[in-house]
């Protein structure tokens, strides 16, 4: 299990962009963050077309560029089946896509809502 763990982790390096992705039907947002989840990129749409992957697609060279990042990597939330165009997307132009379980980010997100109320008090 800590095996599987630690080579998640170093999936990403201080040369790896980070895209991570909320994805709905019609429009899927994106952000880029570097390996210390530092924002390089604020959020912004992806439409769900061709055109949209495309428009992805030159942002991300793009922004590896001014950023000098040598690889990419992508992290999405899988909802329903709207993910999936994306992902053959990606796997055309060898872009890695690393799902995460639904469950855990909720599971994340009351815990930080536990503590945060907790330092309050």
């Known amino acids: 299990m800590q095996f599987k763990w ?7 390096t ?3 962009l980070v895209v991570g992705m909320d994805i709905a039907k019609r429009v899927h947002y994106a952000c880029f963050v570097d390996e210390r989840g530092r924002v390089i ?3 912004f749409a992806v439409h769900q077309s061709k055109e949209g992957f495309e428009h992805l697609y030159e942002k991300i060279r793009q922004t590896m560029k001014e950023a000098k990042k040598t690889e990419v990597i992508v992290g999405i939330e899988p909802t329903g089946h ?10 055309h132009y060898d872009i890695p896509l690393v799902m995460v379980n639904p ?13 945060t109320i907790k330092k309050m008090y």
Do not use: C, P
């Open 6 to 12: 630690n080579e998640k982790i170093n999936q990403v």
């Open 14 to 16: 201080e040369n790896t």
């Open 41 to 43: 990129e604020k959020a």
């Open 82 to 91: 709207y993910w999936m165009n994306l992902a053959n997307f990606l796997d």
């Open 103 to 115: 469950m855990h980010g909720k599971r994340s997100k009351e815990l930080y809502r536990q503590r």
